[in-house]
């Protein structure tokens, strides 16, 4: 049984996913359990956050580089890899002492998290034919909706139930399951050309990546002094640097290939791609808060007012795959874009504290039907017309953009609410992003 397994699509599809699951999920999941960590570590909120701010630093920074080993070294082989490295740094996490142990332990995870990511797409990609593809990706869509939006139910039940060290805790065995299962049932794939490793590339790309990252990230809690801005400007200049020394390196293997952008798809669900990550972020972030300080709900009342936008998400998503492989994407994407919009239009005159948390229910599963339609869609136009040689490039390149994009978001929401913006006023940087995002589907 586990021999006709080996290979196949929709076991490769499962084993691809769970992974991916974990990573995604760790993104949001420990903003719930700050206040169990501030206590049990005896530590200041600033040092805490850093515990969300290091795994998302280092996802960033880390991805492009990520998706070239795999290109080099093997798809499979650097999936298992990262599989490992989160799962081990997952059991630190979990028995960390300190903050300053927990951190490190985060900044561990955050690299298996990078090494482990691209890969999937660009499995997926080798793994599926074109006619099936979107269904695939609708799957793997799912999986990236229903993560990013879980968090806060499933953190606020562990940490009410066990503790905050068990959403950490809880990844162990998960992780040992995927590792057993990409050996027997992911193929030793490669999908990318032999070419040596560019150092000089993966130096000025990271560290870009982190600068800018860092400065978006920490800018609101230092205030935006010079220091913020001069790092700003400093990872700015090192994109300028790094994008050049690429354009000498486009005929030996660079770590972005300027060929792919010459498709337009590609270059337009790249964008739309990290601006739905920064609406997404700009929309669940102040519900979050509304729901817990607004309406002084616990926070597994608020994880369960949440859940009707990743239960719906859930299941639309591989119909909505299938339905993009029928008849096109972009319908598909634009619906689910429009969904979304209108589910905030609709919660932000109802944001208000006489409000209860069933009122939002409606307007959450129009959210989640929206976030089931957008993902595969986008994942599948993007990826339409990549040759599989760029596969692991083109994915590298997706998912940090999704990852800067969450941190842009994360940013000009924090900014907004920190500056005594009403909820309201908030929720119009995520509707502005998807009206325009919807606009530009629209007129492609």
Request: net charge positive.
């Amino acid at each position: 049984m586990i021999e006709k397994l080996r290979g196949n699509p929709w076991a490769v599809l499962a084993t691809l996913s769970l992974g991916f699951f974990m990573t995604l999920l760790d993104l949001t999941i420990v903003n719930i359990a700050i206040p169990g960590m501030m206590t049990s570590l005896h530590a200041p909120l600033d040092l805490v956050l850093w515990t969300v701010g290091a795994y998302s630093l280092v996802l960033a920074a880390l991805v492009v580089t990520a998706a070239r080993l795999g290109d080099l070294l093997g798809q499979r082989t650097m999936f298992a890899w990262g599989i490992a490295v989160f799962t081990l740094a997952s059991a630190g996490c979990g028995l960390a002492p300190g903050p300053a142990a927990l951190i490190a332990a985060r900044i561990v995870q955050g690299i298996g998290a990078a090494l482990l990511t691209p890969q999937t797409m660009a499995l997926i990609v080798a793994t599926f034919p074109a006619a099936r593809r979107g269904t695939a990706l609708g799957v793997w869509g799912s999986v990236a909706g229903v993560a990013t939006l879980a968090g806060p139910t499933l953190g606020g039940f562990l940490c009410s139930a066990l503790g905050w060290r068990w959403i950490f805790f809880v990844n162990v065995p998960v992780g040992l399951l995927v590792l057993v299962m990409t050996f027997l049932f992911v193929p030793g794939l490669r999908t990318g050309r032999a070419h040596r490793l560019d150092p000089s590339g993966i130096l000025l790309s990271s560290s870009a990546l982190a600068c800018v990252a860092f400065a978006l990230m920490e800018g609101q809690r230092f205030g935006w002094n010079p220091a913020i801005w001069a790092l700003a400007a400093a990872g700015l200049v090192l994109g300028a640097l790094f994008l050049r020394h690429q354009g000498r390196r486009q005929d030996s293997g660079p770590l972005i290939p300027f060929v792919l952008f010459r498709d337009r798809n590609f270059a337009v669900m790249t964008v739309l791609i990290g601006a739905v990550g920064a609406a997404m972020v700009g929309a669940v972030l102040p519900l979050g808060l509304l729901l817990q300080q607004g309406l002084g709900l616990s926070a597994v009342q608020a994880g369960l007012a949440l859940a009707p936008s990743p239960l719906v998400s859930l299941l639309v998503s591989p119909f909505a795959g299938r339905l993009a492989d029928r008849i096109g994407g972009r319908r598909v994407l634009l619906a689910g874009l429009l969904a979304y919009v209108l589910g905030l239009a609709v919660i932000a005159p109802l944001a208000t504290a006489s409000a209860q948390a069933l009122t939002f229910a409606l307007p959450l599963a129009l959210m989640g039907l929206g976030v089931g339609c957008m993902i595969a869609p986008m994942s599948t136009e993007a990826m339409r017309n990549v040759p599989p040689a760029l596969a692991g490039a083109a994915a590298g390149i997706s998912n940090t953009v999704r990852q800067l994009g969450s941190v842009f978001g994360t940013a000009g929401t924090t900014a907004l609410l920190a500056s005594g913006v009403s909820f309201q006023l908030v929720l119009l940087l995520p509707i502005g992003l998807l009206t325009a995002a919807a606009l530009v589907v629209r007129g492609g």
